[in-house]
Each structure stands twice: as C-alpha cells, then as structure tokens.
C-alpha cells in the first residue's frame, strides 16, 4: 500500500503459466514493471520444450501462401519485425550469434495446395504490403530485407530435386537457433529480482482464492495470486476451462519432432522450406548447426483432447525419425544427406504445437494455413494466451504486459 492506502504494483501478485517464451517475455516485463510475479512450469528448467526445440523461424508471412487473404501475414509481420528489438532488451544481449546467416529458399513442391503462380503472386502482394507500409527495416539482420525473388533455372537446379521441385523463390525470411535464445532467457528469469521460480511444478486446477483473486493448485502445493497469465503451450485448454472460459471451436495440438544436427565440419546448404503443405524445411544457422524436419516423420501425435500426454520418444524410436526425416529431405533436395554425413550430434526433440482449426495441412481448405487467430482472452483477473508463433510471443508479451500496467 501507498501512504494513501491504494494497492500499488508491488502489491499485486501475479502467476504466470508456463516458462517458455511467452511465460518468460511476459514474467519479464511485467516484473520490470514492478509487479511481483511467480512463474510456473512442469520442466526443471525453463525455456526447456518446444520453446528451445524448434525451427525459430521469424516469420514475415512467406510461409502462409495457403492464406491469399495475406491475413495471416499482417498478424505474424508486427511480431516478427519486432522479435529481435524485444529479445534483446529482455536479456540485454545481442542475439547477432543466432541469427542464421542466409535469406530462407522456398521450394514449391509438385503437391504442393499452392501451385508456382499461386505462390509468386501471393510472395508479390506480400512484398507490395510490406514495402508500402515502411516494413522492410529492421529486421534481424539490422538491415533493409531484400524482398523475394524467384530462383532461375541453374538456381533451382542446384538446390532442389526437379522430379518433386517445379519452382523456387528466395525471400527475406530467416531463423535463429532456439538454443541460444532459450539460454538467454532462461537465464534472465533466474536474474530477475521480482520474479520467483516455481520450476518441476505442474499445474493441476484453477479455482477462486479466497484472500487473493485466483488459487493456483500445482502438485507440489498452491498459492493464491491477484492476476494469472495462462501461457501453457499444452494444457491451457483445460486450465482455461477452471477459470470460467469454456474452449470453443476445433483445435489441433500436435506434437513434433525434429532432428538438430551438430557436424564436425561446415556444410553450405541453404536454408530451405518445402511448401505449402506437409513437407519439410532445413536451417542452416551458422554451416555445424541445422534443423531438419520433414513433416510425416515428426508428427507423432495430432489431438484435440483438452491435455494431451506426450508422446515418449525412444532411442530405437529417433533413430527411425532422424532417418525418415533424411529420406523425405532428400527426395527434394539430394544435397541434405551431406548434413546427415557429417554429424557428429543428431538430437531428436521437439515439443506441441497448438493451432485453432483442425485437418491436415495436404487439404488447401483446412484452418490450419491461416495462423492468424491467436491473442488473448479475457476473464477476471486472468489472461489465457494463444501465442500464435514462437516468432510472436515476445511481441504479444509486451502488448500484455502494457495492458495489465495499464498502459
């Protein structure tokens, strides 16, 4: 209290939900606002599942040609222009060291819901939408993007397997290594005084408190807490559910996997995304560390239960999957197994995905090509968040975080 008697920030307890970026952006800034925030998470550590276990790509909207609306692209474009500018305040590092080095390669697959006009007249409006809007700076490169481009024929030969390959564009898109981002942050919310850890600690229920607004039930105890930001990745459905707000609509919550690829010499492979569908993409962060996906191999689970269980991976289990996912790599693009050759590390992670809209990505009608109904919804005192895209979340944290401030 105030010498008034009014409840300031330092007053006001806040939970949040889940610790992995968008858990961590949003303790961090509401923290730095000087609220006093308790962060929750079933891993020993944070930024430990799916937000240090994927692809980290920053979107511009490339990939979402299955979206002509470009809907899609305007809701990802704020968050992904902003993506560095946030991280680096949050950590107050320079992420430079995990941006990947090269502009990403899309390869229009012969199956693909999107044929090659398709595509290069939604990557025409997008760059018209992003040049007239004064989008095309700062990005994470620090620099001006060079807009898209389609590959000539030599281009397109060198990369891409043309029995399964029938056009190639080069855009502005890139990612960063996931694992170094997660380091940073993770070690930010073990620095930051106002923030408490309650990390091995899965949340069970929400129920009304008493003293307090909320009382969060966890197995290994409780606590009762004025705000609570909900940024589970899975289970938030059924957390939602106890606060009051009942889930409407179909959802997918899938979990994938991927390989992350160490190799005992540099390798030059582009940066490359099969699309639009359930294909596969490679990052090449710095020519040792890659991430390879090809979709049917990492999909291990695909449900609309409220709080699926992850799926256990075993070694036999990831071997299948790193191999599978070579196999589907390189029937586009024959130069991946290089990356395979050279390993000298392969892990097999990855972590759930959640998505509103359900089917399956080879369907040009399914919900899921248009990613841009994500945010937050509402109740008394609690904020449950869709965060949308790892590219998203710390662009959407600092929009939370003003709202609860009062900003």
């Known amino acids: 209290m105030n010498a008034k008697g009014t409840r300031t920030r330092r007053d006001v307890e806040v939970a949040v939900l889940g610790a992995g970026i968008m858990g961590c952006a949003t303790s961090l800034f509401l923290a730095r606002e000087g609220f006093h925030v308790t962060l929750f998470d079933e891993a020993p550590a944070a930024m430990a599942r799916a937000s240090r276990w994927n692809e980290g790509k920053i979107h511009l909207g490339y990939l979402y040609s299955g979206d002509p609306s470009l809907q899609t692209a305007r809701r990802l474009l704020p968050g992904g222009l902003a993506f560095r500018r946030l991280i680096e305040e949050l950590t107050a590092t320079s992420i430079a060291d995990?941006?990947?080095?090269?502009?990403?390669?899309?390869?229009?697959?012969?199956?693909?819901?999107?044929?090659?006009?398709?595509?290069?007249?939604?990557?025409?409006?997008?760059?018209?939408?992003?040049?007239?809007?004064?989008?095309?700076?700062?990005?994470?490169?620090?620099?001006?993007?060079?807009?898209?481009?389609?590959?000539?024929?030599?281009?397109?030969?060198?990369?891409?397997?043309?029995?399964?390959?029938?056009?190639?564009?080069?855009?502005?898109?890139?990612?960063?290594?996931?694992?170094?981002?997660?380091?940073?942050?993770?070690?930010?919310?073990?620095?930051?005084?106002?923030?408490?850890?309650?990390?091995?600690?899965?949340?069970?229920?929400?129920?009304?408190?008493?003293?307090?607004?909320?009382?969060?039930?966890?197995?290994?105890?409780?606590?009762?807490?004025?705000?609570?930001?909900?940024?589970?990745?899975?289970?938030?459905?059924?957390?939602?559910?106890?606060?009051?707000?009942?889930?409407?609509?179909?959802?997918?919550?899938?979990?994938?996997?991927?390989?992350?690829?160490?190799?005992?010499?540099?390798?030059?492979?582009?940066?490359?995304?099969?699309?639009?569908?359930?294909?596969?993409?490679?990052?090449?962060?710095?020519?040792?560390?890659?991430?390879?996906?090809?979709?049917?191999?990492?999909?291990?689970?695909?449900?609309?239960?409220?709080?699926?269980?992850?799926p256990v991976v075993t070694a036999a289990h990831a071997k299948a999957i790193e191999l599978a996912t070579r196999d589907g790599l390189a029937s586009t693009m024959p130069g991946v197994e290089r990356i395979f050759a050279a390993a000298a590390e392969v892990a097999v992670e990855g972590g759930f995905v959640f998505a509103r809209g359900g089917g399956t990505l080879a369907d040009p009608a399914s919900p899921l090509h248009r990613r841009d109904a994500f945010g937050v919804t509402r109740g008394d005192g609690y904020f449950s968040v869709d965060t949308g895209k790892y590219s998203t979340a710390p662009w959407l944290a600092r929009r939370l975080a003003d709202e609860i401030a009062g900003r």
Not at 113 to 140: E, Q, T
Not at 170 to 179: D, I, L, W, Y
């Open 98 to 310: 995990a941006v990947g080095r090269d502009d990403d390669t899309f390869l229009v697959h012969h199956d693909s819901v999107a044929p090659p006009d398709v595509v290069a007249h939604y990557f025409a409006a997008l760059d018209a939408m992003i040049v007239s809007a004064g989008m095309d700076r700062h990005y994470l490169t620090g620099e001006d993007c060079a807009l898209s481009r389609p590959l000539a024929g030599a281009e397109l030969a060198a990369v891409a397997d043309p029995a399964t390959i029938v056009a190639g564009f080069r855009t502005p898109e890139r990612s960063v290594r996931t694992n170094l981002v997660a380091d940073l942050l993770a070690n930010s919310t073990a620095a930051e005084p106002k923030l408490s850890l309650r990390l091995g600690e899965r949340v069970n229920s929400l129920r009304p408190g008493g003293r307090r607004r909320w009382r969060v039930q966890t197995n290994a105890g409780s606590g009762e807490f004025d705000i609570v930001v909900n940024a589970l990745w899975n289970g938030r459905l059924g957390i939602d559910a106890g606060a009051g707000l009942q889930p409407e609509g179909r959802w997918s919550n899938r979990y994938r996997v991927s390989a992350f690829i160490t190799t005992t010499h540099p390798v030059d492979h582009p940066s490359a995304v099969v699309c639009t569908g359930p294909f596969g993409d490679v990052k090449n962060y710095d020519g040792r560390h890659f991430y390879l996906s090809w979709y049917e191999a990492g999909l291990l689970l695909d449900s609309n239960a409220l709080d699926p269980e992850a």
